[in-house]
């Protein structure tokens, strides 16, 4: 499998989870109380669950070693699900654009 794929089904996984997590959140949210609870709490818990055991799923189907730094990646990539439940698709991906633009210019502007 080469990098292309590996990118393209981690992005594809990304907008799976953030889908599960909304959906999941908005079953929880009627069931639990809401003045114990905040929403995004919920929908933070939620998305780093599900972060993390779908890292472990992957790696394990792959027969992946799972290395030290898949956790830290998991968390981060947890927050990004968070972000994106939160806030919709299009805010995430509006703000990922614009660090990814940020940092190729930053790249370039140094070597050049």
């Known amino acids: 499998m080469d990098a292309m794929q590996i990118m393209a089904i981690g992005a594809a996984t990304v907008v799976l989870l953030v889908a599960l997590t909304n959906v999941i959140s908005q079953v929880i949210k009627k069931i639990v109380n809401r003045e114990n609870c905040p929403a995004q709490v919920v929908v933070l818990i939620i998305a780093e669950v599900l972060t993390i055991l779908t890292m472990v799923i ?55």
């Open 58 to 112: 992957i790696c394990s189907i792959m027969h992946w070693h799972i290395f030290w730094y898949y956790w830290p990646v998991a968390i981060l990539v947890g927050i990004l699900v968070c972000y994106g439940a939160i806030f919709g698709y299009d805010n995430l991906y509006k703000q990922l654009s614009t660090a990814i633009k940020a940092l190729i210019e930053a790249i370039f502007k140094k070597e050049g």
